[in-house]
């Protein structure tokens, strides 16, 4: 075979590094039984054409996904603008996690290829430019090889669905030309991406890269691999994250046949939250599962509170109700547009309402799980991360190794929620597999994920809206108190309620007086990146307070939205970027056109309504609701979205549909309560997801068609649908009664 040599995967990689830099790299090839991807997968021959892509001789494209898929659809929709860029054959593509990409600089990690991480909504505005420069490049080097073989120069040649095709229509198929292309010299300049009227792939609806695996049962996730003789080792956590180990016991656990070691794991202090042990614990290491799960029984175990010990979540709600009531100086004054007390003097209508909501837990489908085999020289380990590279921070700061000596494979991921962009549980599987010479996998059990996991805070919201004569809204006032997720995380305390709030949040900048101000709590309560974070608290806040307006005008909430967002224009942001009100309006628009929002008024079932922006893309919600007694049902669901152009239009939609579940399951059911310091819920009985029966039996969703450049949509249907279950909660019930706390209303109301 030509042009082949023997190659580790780290040298493979390395070599591929070092030809042209991060992200399009130096064509090699290699054997297939060497190359970084499954053997199985391969053929006989596998050809290089960057990292990202590899062509076998048989004509398979291989195109590696360096995002975590943790259920977005991701791994699809980054492989199909390599795909499309590239002009191959989508039945013939096959799509690979590529794990982590590093490289030993002098000591210090390379990233080979650019920042990899999941479920945040950044990976396909990320990937945008590079991957499709990925495509280009082996689309460029195919035609380039197919020149002396066909005898016509490659502004003449053209490629379609995996082959070069000459004007006379003779045409050869990149397995073909694999060989070939290998040997040819990168280009000196930048080649010419496609314009979006050629192409082929994208724009176009595709089902998941996995799903044939995964109906099948065949997708294997972490906790499907293994290393060999591989011990388990599972964890009972203190009850209190800043208590300690009173009293331990284990002799007991010792006694059973299986059980290996028991180890005390302890906090660093030293170390920010998620890349140290969430709460003090006690891990039994065992032959197996069952067994580890036997002698964490057998633990006599004695814990000690600390100062946590007497906190509860309805004195930290009591406490911020106290706070947003008081004339106190806030933690931070967000943003003051204008002048609110001289807006006040112009009132001909004030309107003010408080909202609260409670804390949440990520309650991921796969618990937080991690397989380490380490040795002197390398640490290899298989993880659901959502940031593989803050996962070999982890792993660098406690076995000291190289960069290159560490491998960070990422299977496809049990759901991530933010949860998994934090590495504590990475961190004590790393600190039990120091303690034995065999590979480990840590499992966390239900209960100690619910118990031990970085909570979204509570939150206690209060608005005044100043409106003058004509109905227009001069003047807004808000105030959140909350529990900083970025506490002890290494950001300055004036940027501690950038986790909290955004400062270009809805409805700022639409308004001349505008002030928002952050009252930050002191909780002892692990707090983390959750899903739709800061958008989601806020959202379901302002989009339910925009709906008071309108009822206390006593006029069509759509209409009261509508004013609101105005006329067509641009509206520059902090930071840079601007909002258009046009495609705020027409997701707006869209959705109370499809539900029959004309009826709203006469109907005897509900519809509400709420609309949000984020990061250059716009949804909004329609939501119909009836009662029978005190049943609620939601009849239906109609969601709009506007990512600028859509990769995938399959992917899209059920990511929209996904996530307005999601939201309308949250606020139909979930909040964690602690008592005493302790978290409550402990099962799916205690934290219960919403039932097929209690969601709506579609979700309608409307996409809007855009040739900008593509926004993300992770969680992008989550902020609106929640206030907009409320606002036709509100309407249908009949009762004008402060429809917050919202959420302990609703439950009376299932």
């Not at 049962?217 to 290393?227: C, I, M, R, S, V």
């Not at 009762?735 to 439950?747: A, H, Q, S």
Request: include cysteine; aromatic fraction near 6%.
């Amino acid at each position: 075979m030509s042009n082949t040599m023997q190659l580790s995967r780290r040298r493979f990689l390395q070599v591929m590094a070092g030809a042209a830099g991060a992200l399009i790299v130096g064509i090699r090839s290699a054997r297939a039984a060497n190359a970084p991807v499954p053997p199985d997968m391969l053929g006989d021959a596998l050809y290089d054409f960057g990292m990202f892509v590899r062509v076998d001789a048989d004509g398979t494209v291989l195109i590696g996904s360096r995002d975590p898929e943790t259920g977005t659809g991701v791994a699809t929709s980054l492989a199909r603008i390599i795909a499309d860029e590239m002009d191959a054959d989508w039945q013939h593509v096959r799509v690979l996690p590529l794990g982590l990409g590093v490289e030993n600089d002098n000591g210090k990690p390379r990233w080979l290829y650019g920042q990899q991480v999941g479920g945040t909504g950044n990976s396909i505005p990320r990937a945008w430019r590079d991957l499709r420069s990925a495509g280009a490049l082996a689309r460029w080097l195919l035609i380039q090889a197919a020149v002396p073989q066909l005898g016509v120069p490659p502004e003449k040649l053209r490629a379609e669905l995996g082959a070069v095709i000459s004007p006379d229509g003779r045409r050869l198929g990149y397995g073909q030309l694999a060989a070939a292309a290998a040997k040819i010299a990168l280009p000196h300049g930048a080649i010419a991406l496609k314009t979006p009227e050629r192409y082929t792939l994208i724009g176009k609806p595709a089902g998941d890269a996995d799903a044939r695996a995964i109906v099948t049962g065949q997708t294997e996730y972490a906790l499907d691999k293994h290393f060999g003789d591989t011990l388990v080792a599972v964890l009972a956590h203190c009850p209190w994250p800043d208590g300690q180990l009173a009293g331990l016991d284990s002799s007991a656990a010792l006694g059973i046949k299986g059980v290996v070691k028991v180890i005390e794991l302890k906090p660093d202090p030293h170390v920010p939250p998620g890349q140290t042990v969430i709460a003090p614990a006690v891990a039994v290491i065992a032959e197996n599962t069952w067994v580890a799960l036997q002698g964490r029984k057998a633990l006599k175990l004695q814990w000690k509170p600390g100062a946590s010990g007497s906190e509860s979540t309805a004195a930290l709600e009591q406490q911020a109700t106290a706070l947003i009531n008081s004339d106190a100086a806030p933690t931070t004054r967000i943003r003051d547009d204008g002048d609110i007390d001289k807006a006040k003097r112009k009132a001909a209508r004030r309107v003010e309402a408080v909202y609260s909501q409670p804390w949440l837990a990520h309650a991921t489908s796969e618990p937080m799980n991690c397989l380490v085999r380490l040795d002197k020289t390398s640490a290899t380990l298989c993880v659901p991360t959502q940031s593989p590279q803050q996962a070999w921070t982890v792993v660098q700061r406690l076995t000291g190794l190289a960069p290159d000596q560490i491998d960070i494979q990422v299977p496809r991921i049990g759901g991530g929620y933010g949860r998994r962009l934090d590495h504590d549980y990475v961190a004590e599987a790393v600190l039990l597999a120091k303690e034995v010479d065999k590979p480990l996998r840590l499992f966390w059990t239900r209960d100690e994920d619910l118990t031990h996991d970085y909570y979204r805070s509570g939150c206690v919201h209060k608005f005044q809206a100043i409106l003058e004569a004509k109905r227009h809204v001069i003047a807004w006032n808000q105030r959140v108190a909350s529990a900083s997720a970025l506490t002890g995380r290494g950001v300055p305390s004036d940027h501690l309620w950038s986790s909290e709030v955004s400062v270009n949040q809805f409805p700022a900048g639409f308004i001349p007086n505008y002030r928002s101000d952050w009252f930050g709590l002191s909780s002892s309560l692990p707090r983390g990146p959750h899903r739709g974070m800061p958008h989601l608290t806020n959202a379901f806040a302002v989009c339910s307070f925009v709906d008071e307006i309108a009822h206390s005008l006593k006029e069509d909430p759509l209409v009261t939205n509508l004013r609101l967002i105005g006329e067509p224009r641009l509206i520059p942001q902090q930071g840079g970027g601007a909002v258009d009100t046009a495609r705020l309006a027409n997701v707006l628009k869209l959705v109370t056109d499809r539900i029959g929002w004309k009826d709203w008024l006469h109907s005897v079932n509900g519809f509400g309504l709420a609309c949000w922006y984020m990061d250059g893309a716009y949804v909004a919600h329609a939501i119909e609701v009836s009662m029978q007694g005190e049943k609620l049902t939601i009849e239906r669901a109609v969601c709009a979205v506007d990512v600028g152009r859509v990769i995938n239009p399959m992917g899209l939609e059920g990511q929209v549909a996904g996530a307005t579940l999601d939201a309308l399951s949250t606020a139909l059911n979930l909040a964690i309560t602690v008592k005493d310091g302790k978290v409550q819920q402990s099962t799916w009985k205690d934290y219960p997801l919403a039932s097929m029966a209690q969601l709506p039996r579609t979700v309608e969703v409307i996409t809007v068609p855009g040739e900008g450049d593509p926004a993300g949509a992770s969680f992008l249907a989550m902020p609106s649908a929640a206030p907009a279950l409320a606002n036709a909660v509100f309407r249908v019930s009949a009762v004008r009664v402060r429809r917050m706390p919202l959420m302990k209303e609703l439950l009376r109301l299932l």
